[in-house]
């Protein structure tokens, strides 16, 4: 019997999206729960595996460590291409699929690392409520900037649900949350009310985000 995986994650956190990707992919995983941006003794716990200290942090069978929420969801889609939760390489759409899976890693979800305390950009903490204001306004932006380019279908690449709408609907619930969401993605935010509802998520999002 294959060893299950080890997911370093959290309620509330980038670490969902890893979760419903499992869920829909039926593959088993232990969960090592620790909110990191919030209790240190969460940070230390997973420093070992990954001194980044962040989750989602993802153990595989053999003991190899991935980090990057971004690759992790790529590469368990790309593993399970019977579950089509990710366009093959040769597919057209792999190219906005790469390419906005990447934006939200790299443009939207690395600025939330400031947030927790603001020392960590050399900002004084009396800096605080203008530095975070700043990055949310900074995120809405990226929102709106993805929302114009992207030509979403039933789902935001069209026809098949992916991984990237996983991604985005976990993204999308942390500052500047759903409501300013809502309001710049339009388009976006039609398919990610229906990612919310989806039948076999409904259990997870419902105790993964129990406060929304
Ligand atoms: N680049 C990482 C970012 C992960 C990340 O920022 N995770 C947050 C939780 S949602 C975290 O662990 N923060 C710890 C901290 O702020 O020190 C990824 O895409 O997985």
Request: charged content about 25%; proline content about 8%; hydrophobic content about 45%.
């Amino acid at each position: 019997m294959t060893a299950p995986l080890t997911l370093y994650g959290a309620a509330g956190s980038g670490s969902v999206a890893v979760e419903a990707t499992l869920t829909l992919l039926g593959l088993p995983y232990q969960l090592i729960e620790g909110a990191t941006w919030a209790e240190a003794a969460a940070r230390d716990r997973v420093a070992p595996t990954n001194p980044m200290r962040q989750i989602p942090t993802l153990l595989l069978p053999g003991g190899e460590v991935m980090t990057e929420s971004a690759a992790l969801l790529i590469y368990l889609a790309d593993l399970h291409p019977e579950a089509r939760l990710a366009p093959c390489p040769t597919d057209p759409l792999r190219r906005p699929f790469l390419r906005w899976m990447l934006y939200v890693s790299s443009a939207i979800y690395s600025l939330h690392w400031i947030k927790p305390d603001v020392k960590r950009i050399g900002a004084p903490e009396s800096a605080r409520d203008a530095v975070v204001d700043a990055v949310h306004e900074r995120i809405a932006f990226c929102w709106a900037n993805m929302d114009a380019r992207l030509k979403p279908g039933r789902w935001l690449l069209g026809d098949e649900l992916s991984v990237l709408d996983l991604y985005v609907a976990v993204i999308s619930r942390f500052g500047p949350w759903r409501k300013r969401f809502y309001a710049v993605a339009p388009r976006m935010a039609e398919v990610i009310r229906r990612v919310d509802e989806e039948p076999r998520l409904a259990a997870l999002w419902r105790e993964r985000f129990p406060e929304d």
